[in-house]
Structures are given as C-alpha cells and as structure tokens.
C-alpha cells in the first residue's frame, strides 16, 4: 500500500471515529433526557391515584403529542431506554474496533 493511500485510509477512519464519538455523546444525551422522564412519570404515579382521569401524560411522538395513560407512557419511555443502550454498547464496539485498527495503520500497535 502506497504512502498516499495509506494516510488517506487512516484520514477516513479517523473521521469515523469521530463521528461514531459524537453519535455515543448524542445517544447519551437522549439516554439522560429519558432518564429524567421516567423520574418525573414515578413521581407523578405517586401523586395521583390509578383510576383517576389524571394518570394520564401528554407524550411528544415526532410532531405531535398523544395522551397516553401514564403506566403507558412509561413503559414507552424504558423500552426506548433499553434500545438506547444497546444502540450505545453497539457504538462503543465500533469504536473499539476503529481504534485498534487505527492504531496499526499509524504503526502503534
């Protein structure tokens, strides 16, 4: 492999790393904005009682918003919560992978 090519093929796996490091921060992101959602749905399942017409929530779908019994909304909220992490644990792999391989294209390892 010519010296051009090489750091060409390094220069686009470094740019895929970079952008595989942005998408975890952003996945991590949306995993702490779900965390606090399934907070505020416990404390409001607390306050209000089963039955009553207020254990309900208003949830943001795309560009609408939908009411959804709150015990809805929150199994909603875990299920993307469980797909985050497994989007974010696939991610990570990735990364791992590109280092490594980064690193023996640069010669390090």
């Known amino acids: ?5 090489r750091q060409s093929k390094i220069e686009q796996l470094a740019e895929d790393i970079i952008t595989d490091q942005q998408l975890e921060v952003d996945y991590s992101r949306k995993l702490q904005e779900n965390r606090e959602a399934l907070r505020r749905l416990r404390e409001q399942q607390q306050k209000i009682k089963a039955n009553s017409r207020l254990a309900t929530s208003t949830v943001n779908m795309g560009d609408f918003f939908i009411v959804v019994p709150t015990a809805k909304a929150h199994e909603m909220v875990d299920s993307a919560q469980k797909e985050l992490e ?9 990364l791992k992978n590109k280092v490594e391989l980064l690193g023996k294209l640069e010669g390090r390892l």
């Open 1 to 5: 492999m010519d010296l051009i090519e």
């Open 86 to 94: 497994g989007a974010i644990e696939g991610v990570q792999q990735r």
